[in-house]
């Protein structure tokens, strides 16, 4: 048989197969060709990504551990910081990915370090340019390489872009703004949170607690401008206000939480209780006294408790109709809080006209 | 009018179906795709540990029904004990089980029964007892023992005894990341103008992976072929549909085994329905319904990170119950929620959401099979030639392996969960031979599932597991 062109080919094919087509089968063998097509890219593309990934991942593994001994060995001394900044420079004009890697090593080394150790990353880090790379990320497209940047000026201290900085905290990303708090926080620049659109913007619960904790890990005394937190028209920036003061210990503040209790938002309120809870100061039975007629459910349960722990026997005037409250379970914290102010069992099953719930209170077997 | 008048008529139906319904999975992979990688990008910067040290962080439950479960079950414990929240309590409801599941979990953690006051929020049947271990190091441990009542009456006694303001329902011989927690609460604190009353994960198969006290240490794709379909058949629904549910806010299930809700929602809503074998997708329509009546403003989130895995059968017999159950169960939710259909006032749940699982996930299987017998009474009456025929078969089936390729495709760039050649090899061999034995045997499944359900058939049906990297064991759920 004669070997026929490829154009003869689709002539021949045109005037055999596809012409006899409907518009119906015309429609299905496109979606068929689609499909098949998408799926063959698909496959390759899965089988590359896996040999790409792994020849990748080889070089830089590979890199990776001749920058951690080059680090190693300069901060042990047997290395000038000239030398390795030249092997460096050597790495990177052999491949321009080394770059990447090379900020990476400092910034988790960094994270191992404090004070000195750190300072020396940082001369590093400047001696090799790296820090303008790092101003030049914070105007990059995508957010996650300016949060990446951020990152490494809060870890590595780069005071200069403290500036650069402030100009993105009216910034809707999230992430972002987290990163940028935190960096700030770490660069001592806690009064230029003040420029934080804390008015506009709500800042979640998890934003919250990833902040506290940030802000105790990094053990500074200063805190952000907090007193103007708690006066925001947002619940957020409150909370996180009060909480601030909960966890920094901030008893010259009783007075401004104490107010906050007449707060609208009731997550406010039982955060105030918590606050009081927490710092345990007598200045708080004002405020709280005040407080309970308006109270109810969680939050009259939490200000029961924290009359409570006050452990006043003056107080206890206070507690005793909340014994007969209708609330089952108000009655059992009104209980406890008078337990706990010394009553006894016998004092506490006249005050109750469920007597099983004051064993149960005694019970040495409750949980 | 003539018989080619009706021919037309459903052609037109059958076809305007089946591309309606690749348009949907397509716009719904594209936009779970988007979701993902903001998803995978926002978590890279984020140090989950971090939250275990603070004080702020709400309470979790975990509510664990066991019924039978002697020989795994100090296992499954210690397994839930140590996951890393800094403020959670394990609360594991003995179901009435026939064997020694009590007595093991007492022995194991040294438990006496407390002095209890159980609070009657949801119904259930009796408690007969609330135990707890001595030991401080496991006082987060709290065993409840009560009347069999099954799975959805144990889920309720442990919301009435639990004390958390969240709480996840979990299958017990299910194998959690220790993050999973930590991630799960996520969506749950981020939320500033919306109440999120209910977050789910990715499920993922076990079988064949290698799980040693309690973690998850190597990922394999299974041996055996129908637990291999599964595996490529949860990585389309989580990962290629779920992700665009949740993105839209219209996600009806979360599914049971594992899922993080708010307990007052819940409660308020009645707790988990005893009347259906879809007790976990019923609940989640009907926190919904409530939140849409009342007009508050709620969120169902989903986290796109694989956070639970667990066993998938490996049998015909027990996987067709299995999918005969959930048709049950997913007919149920649609009879009891009935007035959402595309009732404007349930807004994405009534207009979307529920259509959608009308449309494409009860009536998918019937038309399905309707429309192959269609299509061939078609070319046996000589209506359609055989090219026609075969094309439209091409067309699905290509369509379907497209699809598997997509979801094996986004794993890669993604989570990369299987990352050996002989793994990935075995995913796309049987994203080719999938349609031709699992899918049909799925779709008769389902078909049974409707015809039991009109029957009348409610229950369960006993289930056998494996058991995961254990000795292999029978067991039935209750």
């Not at chain 1, 802000?215 to 909480?243: C, K, M």
């Not at chain 1, 938002?265 to 005040?290: N, R």
């Not at chain 2, 093991?104 to 609330?130: H, M, N, P, W």
């Not at chain 2, 259909?341 to 038309?367: K, Q």
Request: charged letters at 20%; a positive charge; hydrophobic letters at 45%.
């Amino acid at each position: 048989m004669m070997p026929i062109s490829l154009t003869e080919w689709k002539v021949e094919l045109e005037n055999t197969w596809l012409d006899s087509l409907s518009p119906f089968q015309l429609l299905l063998l496109t979606l068929v060709v689609i499909s098949t097509l998408m799926a063959v890219f698909l496959v390759v593309s899965v089988f590359l990504l896996m040999l790409v990934r792994n020849r990748k991942k080889r070089w830089a593994d590979a890199l990776q551990a001749r920058i951690e001994d080059g680090i190693t060995i300069w901060l042990a001394g047997d290395y000038s910081i000239q030398e390795l900044i030249i092997t460096f420079q050597q790495e990177i004009k052999k491949d321009p990915r080394a770059i990447k890697i090379i900020l990476n090593v400092i910034f988790a080394t960094s994270k191992l370090f404090r004070q000195e150790g750190q300072s020396a990353l940082r001369q590093l880090l400047t001696g090799l340019n790296l820090h303008q790379l790092c101003y030049k990320l914070l105007k990059n497209w995508h957010w996650y390489q300016q949060a990446y940047a951020i990152q490494i000026i809060g870890q590595l201290q780069l005071e200069h872009a403290l500036p650069l900085l402030k100009r993105k905290l009216k910034t809707k990303n999230r992430t972002l703004r987290l990163e940028l708090i935190t960096a700030m926080f770490a660069l001592g620049g806690q009064s230029w949170l003040q420029e934080m659109d804390y008015t506009t913007a709500h800042l979640s619960e998890w934003e919250q607690i990833v902040l506290l904790e940030r802000f105790r890990r990094l053990n500074i005394d200063q805190l952000p401008p907090f007193e103007t937190w708690l006066t925001s028209t947002h619940t957020g920036w409150v909370l996180f206000g009060i909480r601030l003061c909960r966890h920094f210990n901030r008893f010259d503040q009783v007075l401004e939480l104490g107010n906050l209790l007449t707060h609208p938002d009731k997550k406010v309120q039982m955060a105030v209780l918590d606050a009081f809870d927490y710092l345990g100061s007598p200045e708080i039975v004002p405020f709280l006294i005040k407080y309970m007629p308006q109270a109810t459910g969680d939050r009259l349960r939490t200000t029961l408790r924290v009359l409570g722990n006050q452990g006043d026997p003056d107080l206890v005037r206070f507690l005793i109709p909340y014994t007969e409250h209708p609330d089952l379970s108000i009655q059992v914290s009104a209980l406890s809080a008078l337990k706990e102010m010394g009553l006894t069992k016998i004092e506490l099953r006249q005050l109750s006209s469920n007597p099983q719930y004051i064993d149960h209170m005694f019970d040495p077997k409750r949980p | 009018m003539s018989f080619s008048f009706w021919v037309d008529i459903l052609s037109c139906i059958f076809l305007s179906y089946t591309l309606m319904l690749m348009l949907i999975y397509v716009v719904s992979a594209l936009v779970s795709y988007r979701v993902i990688r903001q998803h995978v990008a926002e978590t890279s910067f984020v140090d989950f540990r971090q939250i275990l040290t603070s004080p702020l962080s709400p309470k979790i439950s975990i509510i664990a029904p066991a019924y039978n479960e002697a020989l795994n079950i100090v296992d499954n414990a210690k397994s839930l004990l140590a996951l890393e929240y800094p403020n959670f309590e394990v609360v594991i409801v003995n179901d009435g089980s026939k064997d020694d599941t009590l007595q093991r979990l007492i022995d194991a953690y040294q438990l006496e029964k407390t002095s209890f006051l159980v609070q009657q929020q949801v119904e259930c049947k009796e408690i007969i007892g609330v135990y707890k271990a001595r030991d401080e190091a496991v006082s987060h441990l709290t065993v409840v023992d009560k009347r069999n009542g099954g799975k959805s009456d144990a889920l309720n006694a442990g919301i009435n005894v639990c004390a958390g303001e969240l709480f996840a329902c979990i299958d017990v011989d299910c194998v959690l990341e220790r993050d999973a927690l930590l991630r799960m609460i996520k969506p749950f604190l981020e939320e500033t103008d919306k109440k999120v009353i209910a977050t789910g994960g990715v499920i993922r198969l076990a079988n064949d992976c290698v799980i040693s006290d309690g973690r998850l240490i190597e990922i394999n794709v299974p041996r055996n072929l129908i637990a291999r379909a599964q595996v490529l058949e949860y990585m389309r629904a989580f990962l290629l549909s779920r992700v665009a549910w949740a993105k839209i806010n219209g996600l009806l299930l979360i599914s049971g085994a594992l899922g993080l809700f708010d307990k007052q929602t819940v409660v308020e809503a009645g707790g988990y329905s005893h009347k259906t074998v879809g007790e976990d997708m019923e609940l989640v329509m009907r926190m919904r319904r409530m939140m849409e009546e009342r007009k508050q403003p709620y969120a169902v989130r989903y986290i796109p990170d694989p956070l639970c895995w667990t066993e998938g059968p490996t049998s015909w017999d027990i996987l067709g119950r299995q999918r005969n159950r959930w048709t049950r169960g997913l007919m149920d939710c649609l009879k009891f929620h009935r007035k959402v259909f595309f009732n404007p006032n349930y807004r994405t749940m009534g207009m979307i959401s529920y259509p959608f699982w009308f449309f494409y996930e009860w009536l998918a299987p019937i038309v399905e099979s309707l429309g192959l017998i269609f299509s061939i009474i078609l070319w046996i009456l000589g209506i359609i030639n055989g090219s026609s025929f075969w094309l439209l078969l091409a067309t699905v089936y290509s369509y379907a392996v497209c699809l598997s390729c997509l979801a094996i495709w986004v794993d890669q760039k993604t989570y990369l969960q299987y990352r050996s050649k002989r793994d990935l090899g075995r995913l796309l061999m049987i994203a080719l031979i999938e349609p031709f034995f699992y899918h049909p045997f799925t779709v008769y499944s389902s078909i049974r599932g409707n015809i039991d359900y009109l029957r009348g058939k409610k229950g369960w049906g006993s289930m056998t597991r494996q058991g995961l990297s254990k000795p292999a064991t029978p067991a039935s759920t209750s």
